[in-house]
């Protein structure tokens, strides 16, 4: 098993910056890659970001390409979520997620962390 425990959430005003953490713990050599993930009140679920765990490549929603930046430090064990010119819109609570290579589906979630951009 992965646990995943994510950090770094809070209030921040419009325009400003946050960096999330997802620190990695247990069988950290199944993962495959790490996702970030976010919900807002009244939203479903929506996919962020995603990386690949050894060689690092990336994807993003396409509406967030450009202000958000994610990343990961294999020796910690650690992945990144770089999100700069926050909007409002962006409120929502962050989960990290990872998956092993034989999955198709995430295997283990974070708790999340909750990020509330002000106006």
């Known amino acids: 098993q992965v646990q995943l425990v994510e950090s770094g959430g809070g209030l921040v005003q419009a325009g400003g910056s946050l960096r999330l953490s997802c620190a990695a713990s247990g069988r950290t050599s199944s993962i495959f890659a790490m996702g970030w993930f976010r919900q807002a009140p009244g939203k479903e679920r929506d996919f962020v970001a995603v990386?690949?765990?050894?060689?690092?490549?990336?994807n993003y929603a396409d509406a967030l390409k450009g202000r958000f930046t994610i990343s990961r430090d294999n020796a910690k064990n650690t992945g990144y979520l770089q999100m700069n010119s926050l909007k409002p819109e962006d409120t929502a609570v962050y989960s990290c997620a990872v998956r092993s290579r034989a999955s198709f589906t995430y295997d283990y979630w974070g708790q999340g962390t909750q990020v509330t951009v002000s106006s």
């Open positions: 990386i690949n765990w050894s060689g690092g490549g990336t």
